[in-house]
């Protein structure tokens, strides 16, 4: 008997990941892309060690992702009147890989789509591009998709995973605005400039209504991103033009110190974008066909989860497949619903609070005025470091946020922590919700998923790891 057909729309990041593992279940998956060919879009991203635990699943594909793992977080101020490190500390894969079995990897996004695309292809994936799905026709037990091109495939069921502006979900859901946040993004990719030169490092830095954070890619690279309020921007990546690019080099950004400046003054293939998310969706399913990552639950970039929880999604969906289906047999409609609805229970409360989280991220990160921006660096790198406050004296940190603790209180109240912080100086707030982690099963893992050595990928069962250490309800207290 052949096996079931799948077809996936979109060939970027979430799509030939999908149809590894559903090869490796024994599923027949095919993967649609609009686009002509591999895209050239985007600019770097940091695989976390949740994203990194699925990959891992993959076998072989580690060792062969193309980028570099950092050793240290540093957070500066770059404000003209506090003007400083304020955190240096410890994210080495060594230490990553104690505490969550995976270590962080800063990976450039067009070399990494390519891997994953080379990847699917050894897999025996067929991939066609140029395919823009147009229209879903469902039957009881098929699912016809047609192409703008007219051509037409039939499958068992369909997932999307094409993006925020995914056609599936316009076809399933109708079409709808997507939210623009009212940040926009300038970036590139850099020679590693000479403050940096041996250190790997995420440096960020805060400043007067702006925020940059940079990470090393390669060797002798580093990508960088920054963050202001402006007029609204497409979502497109697409490079500025030569003059374009040289304003922004010869900007204020290039004034920036601890490396920042010089990132800037020599980026290449230099980049601005809007940052947009879409509403909430109340279900990510109709009949045969399903969402999965940005198509689902679209995110800004302030948390780096996005590419990561659409890993989740994946790994999640086939755990499910393989609970209600494990021969791989063709699935009624009445199966595949179970499926979904398991799915979209399990995934939909954790991936909206992480979108909701990201958007309040870039809010607090991006503030004028130095009473407003000063603050918000000092509680962001709190949240950022398993060690902060080691780093800075906690009379001189009090001392330095008493007169604002008012405001820090505020901004702090909705944040998670790290048990490590409740020993310190900290007062804790009332009972606040910490956002849900999904447990991974050992056995799941070996049965559903159908590969080995699940005990050294899969570290205490767990897939946690937000990206950033969120500070849950804490209050400084200055030492009296």
Not at 38 to 45: D, H, L
Not at 219 to 243: C, F, H, L, P, V
Not at 274 to 282: A, H, K, N, S, V
Not at 388 to 394: E, H, K
């Amino acid at each position: 008997m052949a096996n079931i057909r799948v077809i996936i729309v979109g060939a970027g990041i979430a799509g030939p990941v999908l149809a590894v593992f559903l090869k490796m279940k024994g599923y027949d998956p095919i993967i649609y892309e609009r686009l002509p060919g591999p895209g050239q879009g985007g600019i770097a991203m940091m695989l976390q060690p949740n994203g990194m635990r699925v990959l891992s699943l993959i076998p072989e594909l580690l060792k062969h992702i193309p980028g570099h793992s950092p050793d240290r977080m540093i957070h500066c101020s770059c404000l003209d009147e506090v003007e400083d490190i304020l955190v240096d500390s410890d994210i080495s894969p060594a230490t990553m890989q104690e505490r969550y079995g995976f270590p962080n990897i800063g990976v450039r996004r067009p070399e990494f789509q390519q891997l994953l695309i080379d990847t699917a292809q050894k897999h025996g994936i067929e991939i066609k591009w140029g395919h823009q799905a147009i229209e879903f026709e469902q039957s009881e037990d098929a699912v016809e998709v047609t192409f703008a091109n007219g051509t037409k495939e039939t499958a068992s069921f369909v997932v999307g995973c094409d993006g925020l502006h995914s056609n599936t979900r316009i076809a399933l859901f109708g079409k709808e605005k997507a939210c623009f946040t009212g940040m926009v993004r300038v970036g590139g990719v850099s020679p590693t400039p000479p403050v940096l030169q041996g250190r790997f490092a995420i440096v960020n830095n805060y400043g007067d209504g702006r925020h940059m954070i940079a990470y090393p890619v390669a060797e002798d690279e580093y990508a960088w991103s920054i963050t202001t309020r402006g007029a609204e921007a497409k979502e497109n990546w697409r490079m500025q033009n030569a003059e374009q690019q040289n304003e922004i080099r010869k900007g204020p950004f290039s004034a920036w110190g601890f490396g920042a400046g010089d990132l800037v003054k020599t980026g290449q293939k230099i980049v601005r974008y809007g940052l947009y998310d879409r509403p909430e969706l109340e279900s990510w399913f109709k009949g045969r066909i399903v969402l999965l990552g940005d198509a689902a639950h679209p995110t800004t970039p302030h948390l780096g989860q996005g590419a990561n929880q659409a890993f989740e999604d994946i790994y999640h969906f086939m755990r499910l497949l393989g609970k209600h289906n494990p021969s791989a047999d063709q699935l009624s409609t009445e199966l595949l619903l179970r499926v979904f609805i398991d799915y979209q229970d399990l995934r939909l409360l954790r991936t909206s609070e992480l979108v909701r989280e990201a958007r309040r991220q870039g809010e607090i990160r991006v503030v004028e005025g130095v009473d407003a921006s000063l603050p918000q660096a000092l509680s962001f790198t709190m949240q950022h470091s398993r060690n902060s406050l080691s780093c800075i004296p906690l009379s001189e940190l009090a001392s330095t946020v008493v007169d604002r603790i008012p405001l820090l209180l505020e901004q702090l109240q909705n944040l998670e922590a790290e048990e490590a912080f409740l020993d310190t100086k900290i007062l804790l707030l009332q009972n606040l919700r910490r956002p849900r982690s999904m447990s991974i099963s050992m056995d799941a893992t070996k049965e559903q998923l159908g590969t080995s050595d699940t005990e050294n990928t899969l570290k205490k069962g767990h897939l946690m790891s937000d990206g950033t250490r969120h500070l849950k309800r804490i209050f400084v207290q200055a030492e009296r």
